[in-house]
C-alpha cells in the first residue's frame, strides 16, 4: 500500500522560503503513469492546488502561485519536494502532497499533512 | 481557470436522511469531476472519480451523477460517520480546482 509523508519546516519567517519534502513508501515515485502534487489548505478554508511533477521531472504550477514555486523530485530518495519562495501569512496552511493517476488526475491517495505558519 | 461553486455550503441532517450535494462548473468538463470526503483534522479521501465512479472501498451509499456543467453527490441513508466536508475537484483542465466545500453535520 503507497504512502505519503510530509516533512519540513512547521515556522518560516515572512519573506523566506518554505520548504517540504513528501517521502513515498510502499511504492516507487519512479514506475510512471502518476503526477505528484502539492495542495495546501489555510485553517478553516478550502483546498488549493498548488502544482504537480511527472516521475520526468516535468512540472505544472498553479498561475497564481507559478512566480514562487519550484517542485522537484528526488528519484534516488523516492521523494519530491514544494520550495514557495517570499511567504507572506497568506500562506499560512496545511500542506498535503497527493497523488493522481494521470488518466483521470483524481487524488486517490494523500499524506496526513504538515501544518506551516509564517510568522516573525 | 474553471470555477467550481457548491451548494449548499452547510446541511445538518437526521441519520438515515438523504443528502444531495451539487457542484456547478463556470463551463463544460464533461465527466471531469470527482469528489472527496474530508472529515476533521484528516487528509481529504476520494469517494467518486469521473462523475460516478465510486473509487475503491467507498460505501455504496455514495453516489455521483451528471456532466457538462452540473453535478450531483447522493448520500443515501446518511450514517453519523458521514459528518464531513464534501468538496468537488474538476480535472479537465489546468490549474486544477475545487470546489469551497459543502459542511454536513449531523442532527
Known amino acids: 500500500q503507497l504512502q505519503l509523508q510530509e516533512s519540513g519546516s512547521g515556522l518560516v519567517k515572512p519573506s523566506q522560503t518554505l520548504s517540504l519534502t513528501c517521502a513515498v513508501s510502499g511504492g516507487s515515485i519512479s514506475s510512471g503513469g502518476y503526477s505528484w502534487s502539492w495542495i495546501r489548505q489555510p485553517p478553516g478554508k478550502g483546498l ?8 520526468s521531472g516535468s512540472t505544472y504550477y498553479n498561475p497564481s502561485l507559478k512566480s514562487r514555486v519550484t517542485i522537484s523530485v528526488d528519484r534516488s530518495k523516492n ?6 519562495s517570499s511567504v507572506t501569512a497568506a500562506d499560512t496552511a496545511v500542506y498535503y502532497c497527493a497523488r493522481a ?7 486517490d491517495i494523500w499524506g496526513q499533512g504538515t501544518m506551516v505558519t509564517v510568522s516573525s | 481557470e474553471i470555477v467550481l461553486t457548491q451548494s449548499p ?9 438523504k443528502v444531495t450535494i451539487t457542484c456547478r462548473a463556470s463551463q463544460s468538463i464533461g465527466s471531469s469531476l470527482h469528489w472527496y470526503q474530508q472529515k476533521p483534522d484528516q ?3 476520494l469517494l467518486i472519480k469521473y462523475a460516478s465512479q465510486s473509487f475503491s472501498g467507498v460505501p455504496s451509499r455514495f453516489s455521483g451523477s451528471g456532466s457538462g456543467t452540473d453535478f450531483t453527490l447522493t448520500i443515501n441513508s446518511l450514517e453519523a460517520e458521514d459528518a464531513a466536508t464534501y468538496y468537488c475537484h474538476q480535472s479537465s483542465s489546468l490549474p486544477l480546482t475545487f ?3 459543502t459542511k454536513v453535520d449531523i442532527k
Open chain 1, 48 to 55: 488549493e492546488w498548488i502544482g504537480y511533477i511527472y516521475h
Open chain 1, 79 to 84: 521523494q519530491f519536494s514544494l520550495k514557495l
Open chain 1, 101 to 107: 493517476h494521470v488518466g483521470d488526475h483524481a487524488f
Open chain 2, 9 to 17: 455550503d452547510f446541511q445538518s441532517v437526521t441519520p438515515k436522511e
Open chain 2, 43 to 45: 487528509s481529504p479521501k
Open chain 2, 99 to 101: 470546489g469551497p466545500g
